[in-house]
């Protein structure tokens, strides 16, 4: 089992940038991939982006891709999505999330239904 707590979300001005971080709690956090989600108001759960177990491979939606960069590091148990060139629309709660369920060989999966455990979220808003 493990444990996720986001934290870096905030106000920012279109244009800027934001590092969101997620801490893991257990000893087997390399035993998972790891995903960013985010539910924007009225809107249903999305995923942003996803890392391989052992963060040598990365996935990202369209709508953020060339924008954010995932990143892992296995040694401190943590998690990073730096975001940059921020639009109004990228304005959410950002969800961290760990999959154990999907194979490796099988790759990053985007579906929240593949990830069993998930943080609290960190707000984001983007002003215009």
């Known amino acids: 089992q493990v444990q996720l707590v986001e934290s870096g979300g905030g106000l920012v001005q279109a244009g800027g940038s934001l590092r969101l971080s997620c801490a893991a709690s257990?000893?087997?956090?390399?035993?998972?991939?790891m995903g960013w989600f985010r539910r924007a108001p009225g809107k249903e759960r999305e995923f942003v982006a996803g890392?391989?177990?052992?963060?040598?491979?990365?996935l990202y939606a369209d709508s953020v891709k060339g924008r954010v960069a995932i990143s892992r590091d296995n040694s401190k148990n943590t998690m990073e999505l730096q975001m940059n060139s921020l639009k109004p629309e990228d304005t959410a709660v950002y969800y961290c999330?760990?999959?154990?369920?999907?194979?490796?060989?099988?790759?990053?999966?985007?579906?929240?239904?593949?990830?069993?455990?998930w943080g609290q979220g960190t707000p984001v808003t983007v002003s215009s």
């Open positions: 999330a760990a999959d154990s369920v999907t194979p490796a060989l099988l790759g990053i999966s985007p579906s929240a239904g593949r990830y069993d455990y």
């Open positions: 890392i391989s177990r052992s963060g040598g491979r990365t």
């Open positions: 257990g000893r087997t956090f390399s035993s998972y991939a």
